[in-house]
């Protein structure tokens, strides 16, 4: 069970529905990647929300690496079994699932483009006020759309509006669609939007509106063909799909200090063990340092990262390492932010260190060309 509340602000992330703020407005789904589909999945409820009396516009809580609550969080789960609520406010509710459904059927861990900490910051950007997580496990798994209805959405959520994309499923065996969910709740009179499916237009002007009717199109934004495309390297669409770039967002740890050996010192970072990594090769990144003091400004700065496994040093497992640009300074412990802007080139051994120095040099210059060019 995770509660968070920051500065007073009525915002939790729910790792059960015994303790919510109800009533609620519901957006249901997976929602790894909050990408542009899932961003209009939620926008619905956010229409309910924020109102009445400016809980919409508050900040959702953030912290570490999701696996754990810092212990100078105002509230613990220990320390009370009532969470504020008002009988005049529907709160704007994300409601997905803990683990991925995908990782529950197979058993086998799966690798999140949002992991939870980077899902809290991206639902807390769109003004989301809750997150409950459903712990996905035989017994959720084999209720019938009917009684997950009943039973989760009407009596433990209380919901009074509900919004899911076109190809929502639901109950034991996905038995049940979208339309199904909208009769279902029509019961309780409670409102179902159905939201179309988005299809990515390829950056066109005027056709956001734009409806794919057919699934086998990948032209539908989906969190499949973002795995698909950052796997490919295509960071450009990558980024289109996500409606923001894609972040890796890590604290930076000591490595083998290899780099300043040959005038490139990098940051390693340790990423969320969860955290989905693009195709291995060299990116040119933006970075955001944060000081760790929260009404600090990050500092913005330029830099080059290579993703993979250092085979000219003859590295033995898969490490992110980030060269800033014009940068000098001791990130040791410091939160990054790496946002990917352009794949450079894939990771390729060298035959010695001075090869690898002429590359990283080349590197730093066609990534200083590409961001005085397209900014």
Request: charged residues 20%.
């Amino acid at each position: 069970m995770l509660n968070l509340s920051q500065n007073g602000c009525s915002v939790w992330v729910a790792a059960s529905t015994e303790r919510l703020l109800t009533p609620t407005a519901v957006a249901l789904g997976k929602f790894d990647g909050v990408h542009l589909g899932h961003q209009r999945v939620i926008q619905p409820v956010l229409h309910t929300a924020g109102s009445e009396d400016g809980r919409g516009d508050r900040e959702m809580g953030r912290w570490g690496n999701g696996e754990r609550l810092p212990e100078d969080f105002p509230y613990h789960p220990t320390q009370s079994s009532t969470l504020p609520s008002s009988p005049e406010h529907t709160y704007s509710t994300v409601v997905t699932f803990d683990p991925h459904p995908q990782e529950f059927f197979t058993g086998q861990p799966r690798a999140l483009l949002t992991p939870l900490d980077e899902k809290v910051e991206q639902l807390r950007s769109l003004g989301v006020e809750q997150l409950v997580l459903l712990p996905f496990d035989k017994e959720l798994s084999a209720l019938s759309p009917q009684d997950f209805v009943e039973k989760i959405l009407v009596q433990q959520l209380q919901c009074q509006k509900i919004s899911v994309g076109e190809d929502f499923c639901f109950g034991k065996k996905r038995m049940g669609t979208a339309k199904d969910l909208q009769i279902l709740a029509a019961k309780f009179n409670i409102p179902v939007t159905i939201v179309p499916i988005e299809t990515d237009t390829g950056g066109l002007p005027n056709k956001t509106d734009c409806i794919n009717t057919d699934p086998t199109d990948d032209s539908r934004i989906s969190t499949s063909l973002i795995r698909q495309t950052l796997e490919a390297g295509d960071i450009p669409r990558a980024n289109r799909l996500l409606g923001r770039p894609y972040n890796l967002t890590g604290v930076v740890i000591p490595g083998q200090k290899l780099g300043r050996t040959i005038g490139f010192p990098t940051a390693n970072l340790q990423l969320a063990k969860d955290k989905f990594l693009p195709r291995q090769g060299v990116y040119a990144v933006r970075v955001f340092i944060h000081n760790g003091t929260p009404d600090t400004s990050p500092i913005q700065n330029l830099g080059v990262m290579n993703i993979g496994n250092r085979p000219t040093v003859n590295g033995t497992y898969a490490a992110v390492e980030v060269h800033l640009l014009d940068w000098s300074g001791d990130l040791y412990g410091k939160q990054l932010i790496v946002q990917l802007v352009k794949f450079l080139r894939p990771e390729q051994k060298f035959p010695e260190l001075e090869a690898l120095k002429t590359q990283i040099q080349l590197d730093c210059t066609v990534a200083r060309e590409f961001f005085k060019s397209a900014y």
